[in-house]
């Protein structure tokens, strides 16, 4: 058979294996298949109505509008081009080198090349239909701003189409060269010098407009400069994105340059060169490299096994000293979450996705106080604290979803080691919850608390958001942590794909439901400083508002005892706990 032939077999597999599960959860449960479908609806009604909104706004704008509508349209590819090199990187990484079903299909008579084929595009359908979903909404609410033409939507799908090739193509390529020419110290030495390179960039630009600013003020033309200054970088020519967008803003116009042609063709070029690139790298590195990461794990458990110790070393080894922590949960407890701490740590696609996403908000946090000179109004910096709470609370979903939920399914088939520990499967899920709530909120607290110090909130203030923040975290940890055992998945060591799953889509769509009914709330109980422009120091002191205030705490003890409650309930009914 041909590499075409073994990819299709592959595909017509995976093809009938989803429609399979796609069909008994819309024949067994229908109630919730409904509700996840009415969520989605839902969202794309309300994120057309957000963005045409926000373009009609910012197109009102005046002798500027246009300008900054396309401007926000090739900022958004590009940010959408970096994120789809990433995700395609690590879940490709994932998919090949740590998937037991990888180890399985190459004991098969398919090729190497077919099966590498195979798994980049499973990672890049994985990493590309959350992007595609987004963008939909926006692409028809720009569209009906600009009033374009009906051949503007077959023409936008082929060349985001194309967009999504180049970039999972690019983010294979670029992993597959890492894990085959650089090892693991190397890799890490070039995250630290880019990193490095990129602090530095940014602490240079933000103390050179600060100069700008002292020397000549904040004025409407130099801030609307300073704008476009920065978000050059999104309309090089040499990215993937500037053609995407190009080609987009040029359709929206009522006369067309060359570009609308040069675009396109440079998308559809560079496409092909990367699948033929892919299939010439993947036929000659893939199995090399594959090897070598077998190899440097062995390695490493060889040099691990080659310590010698002494019998009274090993005896404290196998018997150590309880640790404070243990002292105070019991050594059970303390020693499966020294297990979780070490496995997230040893995991780069863990903790590097984790701390780039906590390292912007808490950069972005940093930079609020520019924006201090020119909130004169009480109303206008609580906005923006809310604003930074609703970013916040955002990025602590999308994280809870997507390393939260899955950690009761990637116990996997070692469920049965736990089960017959001295722990039981309800306390190692109150575990689960509250090592996440603890790692994941403290975090973003210390977030809330860097942006009320930079807004100049006062202490009471910033312990308001603070608190409310903590809240959040308690609620989407809950409420991830009980989805997990609602909908495991134990056949699965990907988390990406037990993320992509029916839980995890409710996971996502319950913590949106969650944050928004929170923020409304919220905003109720400090309305009084957006209606009078003033802040009351004594709020809280009001029985309306301390009815909201109960109906918070009410509405976070539902979100997190009720998913809690019924994952107690699922492990009782779980076929490994029938002989216990």
Known sequence: MSTLSQWLLLFRVHWRMLRVKATDAAVH??????????????????AYWLFSEGLRYVASLPAAGALLSDRLIYVLFFCFFLMLLFSVAVTSYISLYRSRDTRWLLTLPVSHRALFLWKCFESAAFSSWGLAFILAPLLLAFARMRGVSPDFFPKTFVVLLLFLIVASATGAILLLTAVRWLNRKQILAGVVVVALLLVSSAVNTGLKDQRIVEESG????????RVLHHTGIAVNRAFPSTWLAGSVVEWTRPFRHSTSVLYPTLLLSHALFAVLLLIGVGDRWFYRSWNLSLQHSAVSAMRRDRQRLSDQERLARLYPRP???ARLIGRPLAAVSRKDFLTFFREPAQWVQFSVVFGLLALYSTGLRKMNGDLGQARDLYLVAFLNLSVCALALST?????VFPQFSLEGRRLWILAMSPLRLPSIVLQKFVTSTLC??????VILFIGGYNLRLGFADSAFFAGAVALLAIGLNGLAVGLGVLFPNL?????????SGFGGTLCLVGSFLYILAFILLLAWLRWDVFRENAVDPGWYRDPAKQWGIAAIFALTSAVTLAPLFFSQKKLKRLEILTNS
Request: charged residues 10%; glycine residues 8%.
């Open 440 to 445: 994941s909120g403290l975090v973003v607290i």
């Open 29 to 46: 449960s229908r109630l919730m298949s409904g509700t996840i479908a009415t969520f989605l609806i839902g969202y794309m009604v309300a």
């Open 218 to 225: 904040l004025g409407s033309a130099l801030t609307f400069q």
């Open 491 to 499: 056949r699965e060591s990907n988390a990406a794909k037990i993320v």
């Open 399 to 403: 994280l809870t979803t997507r390393f």
């Open 323 to 325: 640790s404070s922590l």
